[in-house]
Nanobody, 127 residues
């Protein structure tokens, strides 16, 4: 069982920045594909970013490309989401997700492959 704990959410003005962290349990973090998703009120959960187990492959949703950066530190069992130039439409609960893979260079930009999910952290961007 993998447990994921997000942190770093909060209230920020438009144009500001936040960095989310997701700490994962387990001794095989280097085999986890990691992803970030978000869900705004009244909307479905949507993909934000994903990173391969080896950290060399990254993919972003078009809505956050060039503003958000996903990264991971396998020594700390942690994945990060640096969010810059935040907009009110980025307001949502942000979820960290993980799934174990035998393929170090694979990532997933849909929710279905992810087996483990965090509880979420609220990000609110004021205009």
């Amino acid at each position: 069982q993998v447990q994921l704990v997000e942190s770093g959410g909060g209230l920020v003005q438009a144009g500001g920045s936040l960095r989310l962290s997701c700490a994962a349990s387990g001794r095989t973090f280097s085999t986890y594909v990691m992803g970030w998703f978000r869900q705004a009120p009244g909307k479905e959960r949507e993909f934000v970013a994903t990173i391969t187990a080896n950290g060399r492959g990254i993919y972003y949703a078009d809505s956050v490309k060039d503003r958000f950066t996903i990264s991971r530190d396998n020594a700390k069992n942690t994945v990060y989401l640096q969010m810059n130039s935040l907009k009110p439409e980025d307001t949502a609960v942000y979820y960290c997700a993980a799934t174990i893979t035998q393929y170090s260079d694979r990532y997933y930009n849909t929710a279905a492959p992810y087996k483990y999910w965090g509880q979420g952290t609220q990000v609110t961007v004021s205009s």
